[in-house]
C-alpha cells in the first residue's frame, strides 16, 4: 500500500534565508513561510489568520532560494512532511515537523523589495537576475526550481 505525502503552500518569506553547510558539505536553509489561512474571517483588528510552517530547502535548490529570495517575497513550495526527533539538553525527546521542499517558486517580489530593486545601481546584479528569469522562466508567474530526488545532484532547470 502506498502513501501520499505531498504539501503545496504559498505565503510570503518572514525573514532572510542563510546558506548553511551540513557537516558533510551538503547545503542547507530554512524557510519560514507566513500562510494565510484559506476561507478564514480576518479578526477585529482586520488580520487575516496565518500559519508560520517551516521549510528545509536541500543542495542546489537551497543555493537558488538564497540567491534570489528575499524576505517578503511570496513564494510557493511543493514538498512533504517530515518529522523527526531529537534530545534536548535535559534528555527529553522533541519532535519536530517541517516541510522538506522538492520545488520552489518565485512568485512576486515584496514593494520593497521591488522599490530597492528599481533603485539599485548594481548593474552585475540585476543582469544577473535578468539572465537567471530567461534561462529559467518556464511560466509567466515567476522563477520555478526543483530539487531532484539526490540531493547531491543539480535540479533539472
Not at 476561507?39 to 482586520?46: E, F, L, N, T
Not at 534536548?88 to 516541510?99: C, L, M, N
Not at 517558486?105 to 523589495?113: D, E, I, M, R, T
Not at 546584479?125 to 509567466?140: L, M, S, Y
Request: net charge negative; aromatic share 8%; hydrophobic share 30%.
Amino acid at each position: 500500500m502506498s502513501s501520499i505525502n505531498t504539501v503545496t503552500l504559498v505565503g510570503r518569506l518572514t525573514k532572510e534565508l542563510t546558506l548553511n553547510e551540513t557537516s558533510g558539505g551538503k547545503p542547507v536553509t530554512n524557510m519560514i513561510l507566513a500562510c494565510k489561512r484559506h476561507g478564514a474571517k480576518p479578526d477585529q483588528s482586520g488580520k487575516v489568520p496565518s500559519d508560520f510552517p517551516s521549510v528545509v530547502i536541500w543542495g542546489e535548490l537551497a543555493k537558488h532560494s538564497c540567491k534570489y529570495l528575499a524576505q517578503g517575497d511570496l513564494a510557493g513550495v511543493v514538498g512533504r512532511v517530515q518529522t523527526r526527533t531529537y534530545e534536548d539538553a535535559e534528555g527529553k525527546t522533541q519532535y519536530v515537523t517541517e516541510i522538506v521542499a522538492e520545488q520552489v517558486q518565485f512568485l512576486a517580489k515584496s514593494k520593497k523589495n521591488l522599490e530597492a530593486a528599481s533603485n539599485s545601481s548594481n548593474h552585475y546584479e540585476q543582469h544577473d537576475n535578468n539572465q537567471f528569469q530567461r534561462e529559467n522562466n518556464n511560466n509567466d508567474s515567476g522563477w520555478g526550481w526543483s530539487s531532484s530526488s539526490n540531493y547531491d545532484d543539480a535540479p533539472p532547470y
